[in-house]
């Protein structure tokens, strides 16, 4: 088990450019999350995906920032057009909600983090 | 406002030596309590999960309480190693919440440890 890959981990980009960042859940998790961590912060969530569904983006940008989870392939977080203040590390979790069992119990798997830096 | 705090926000000790950090939360309906182990340029990796009727859980040289009437938490790490130098971070979950991801995390202790 391969845990949570994320990639590409270090990305450069110029200003107006476009960020990619993909994260594979880990087998058997259908529930993806993404996070952005700020030097020096904490974790701030972003965007909660289920396959094909985007069930929470309250945390998420309204302009520039978009994410996805198809039915086949990785969870995808788009930058569009970036600024300098949208460097930061990018961290993708997964987990896996058994039936039944509470939300709020369940444990997330952290991939390594993609870490945007715009020039 | 759901909210968690951490203490201290960094600490320095020798290796050999131990350390207790601090969590205090104010999430409520509280189901329960995780902290996780973030080391320099990684993901963060959970050490221990604690539920409302827990009171003390070890993991290796690293022990959680937790005082679910006070709100409070802690993580001692026992012995500590140059490996222990990481950010520790507390992380708190409402039962009222729908969404796993979008539990209260608190900001972390930097834990450094020198030789």
């Known amino acids: 088990n391969a845990g949570v890959m994320q990639n590409p981990r270090h990305l450069v980009r110029r200003r107006g450019q476009e960020a990619r960042l993909r994260c594979s859940p880990m087998?058997?998790?259908?529930?993806v999350y993404w996070y952005r961590q700020l030097p020096e912060e904490g974790l701030k969530f972003m965007v909660y995906l289920q396959k094909e569904n985007i069930i929470d983006e309250s945390g998420m940008p309204k302009e520039r920032f978009s994410a996805e989870f198809p039915k086949e392939g990785p969870s995808i977080l788009r930058i569009q057009q970036v600024v300098r203040g949208d460097s930061a590390a990018y961290f993708c979790a997964s987990s896996h909600i058994p039936a039944g069992e509470k939300v709020g119990a369940n444990v997330l798997t952290f991939g390594a983090g993609s870490r945007l830096t715009v020039l | 406002k759901n909210q968690v705090e951490q203490s201290p926000q960094s600490l320095i000790i020798l290796e050999g030596k131990n350390c207790t950090l601090q969590c205090n939360y104010t999430v409520s309906p509280f189901s329960n309590l995780r902290w996780y182990k973030q080391d320099t340029g990684r993901g963060p990796v959970s050490l221990t999960i604690?539920?409302?009727?827990?009171n003390t859980k070890s993991n290796g040289r690293y022990t959680a309480t937790l005082d679910a009437d006070t709100k409070q938490s802690s993580l001692h790490i026992t012995a500590s190693q140059l490996s222990d130098s990481a950010s520790y971070i507390c992380v708190v979950s409402s039962t009222f919440q729908t969404n796993a991801g979008k539990s209260t995390f608190g900001d972390g202790t930097t834990l450094t440890v020198k030789p």
């Open positions: 087998k058997g998790h259908s529930h």
């Open positions: 604690m539920t409302f009727s827990e």
